[in-house]
């Protein structure tokens, strides 16, 4: 079912070769679903999201110029399909927007200083914690929570994270490293909690 | 200044640099300095820790999550009139 994302042809994409547009939606539906259920949080949106970043990529690849690579082209359009979408439900989010970001700065020092990193290795992927990390990720505000998918979950790099998103690299920095912060005082007090449990155990 | 007072401020400067200093591209120096600082204070120590763990738990997830469900890739094939390629 996987397919290698280095051998698709871009040519044979524009001249309208199906089979290697099917390549394309093997190689990369993956990734793209994965992000696109992380910033909507359920499986039909995300599905509608998935669907029509495919429909839009087919539509528009004579606008890929091969400035950025294939993949960083997708996750744009993917984003963006998705943002639309939660923007139907909240039509204030503004992903571009620093000024909202910054009004609402909530303070991102540590407040959590629990050791948790000396847990057993199977509490930390149960299927409660899993449930936690999934639960942190869903509570981040969205400028944060796709800043986040984008760079730790899908492991671009930073400037391509900035082009997928439009924003500077200094941006990304900055919501990244909020974003780490808060998931990690809410997996202190998770795994914290599961620390107190066990030494009484 | 007091102590106390000179130990927090240290701690919330250094805090802008974890994520490079994390994702190794923070430049030796400051490598360094966080390094001694880390050492001597307990909280800053703890919050590097965890905060490394929590990146990795979220790599490890990400790694066993690549895969599109095959109802969902069926769905999609469909909707994009690619079904004479769904068994490839």
Not at chain 1, 97 to 116: L, M, S
Not at chain 2, 14 to 28: K, N
Request: aromatic share 6%; with cysteine; glycine share 4%.
């Amino acid at each position: 079912m996987s397919e290698s994302k280095s051998d698709i042809s871009i040519e044979a994409l524009r001249l309208g070769d199906r089979g290697e547009f099917a390549r394309l939606v093997d190689a990369y539906s993956g990734p793209l679903y994965r992000l696109a259920l992380k910033l909507l949080g359920n499986a039909p949106d995300a599905e509608d999201a998935l669907q029509n970043t495919f429909i839009k990529a087919f539509q528009h690849l004579d606008t890929f110029e091969g400035r950025s690579s294939l993949s960083t082209w997708l996750y744009r359009i993917a984003s963006n399909e998705a943002l639309m979408l939660l923007r139907k439900r909240r039509p204030e989010i503004n992903i571009a927007d620093t000024t909202a970001e910054e009004e609402d700065e909530r303070n991102n020092d540590p407040v959590q200083f629990i050791d948790w990193c000396c847990l057993p290795e199977e509490e930390y992927l149960s299927a409660e914690g899993r449930k936690a990390l999934e639960g942190a990720v869903e509570n981040l505000p969205e400028t944060l929570r796709i800043v986040f998918v984008l760079r730790d979950i899908e492991d671009l790099s930073i400037q391509e994270t900035s082009q997928v998103l439009g924003l500077s690299e200094t941006a990304v920095k900055t919501r990244l490293l909020r974003a780490r912060l808060r998931l990690r005082e809410e997996l202190s007090s998770y795994y914290g909690d599961r620390l107190n449990k066990r030494s009484k155990e | 200044m007091s102590a106390k007072e000179q130990s927090l401020t240290q701690c919330q400067s250094l805090l802008v640099f974890l994520s490079d200093y994390i994702d190794g591209t923070l430049s030796d120096e400051l490598c360094q300095e966080i390094n001694s600082h880390a050492a001597e204070c307990e909280h800053c120590r703890i919050v590097v820790d965890t905060l490394r763990k929590t990146i990795s738990l979220y790599h490890e997830c990400a790694d066993e999550q690549g895969e599109i469900p095959g109802e969902v890739r069926s769905k999609l094939f469909k909707s994009l009139n690619l079904q004479d390629y769904l068994e490839q």
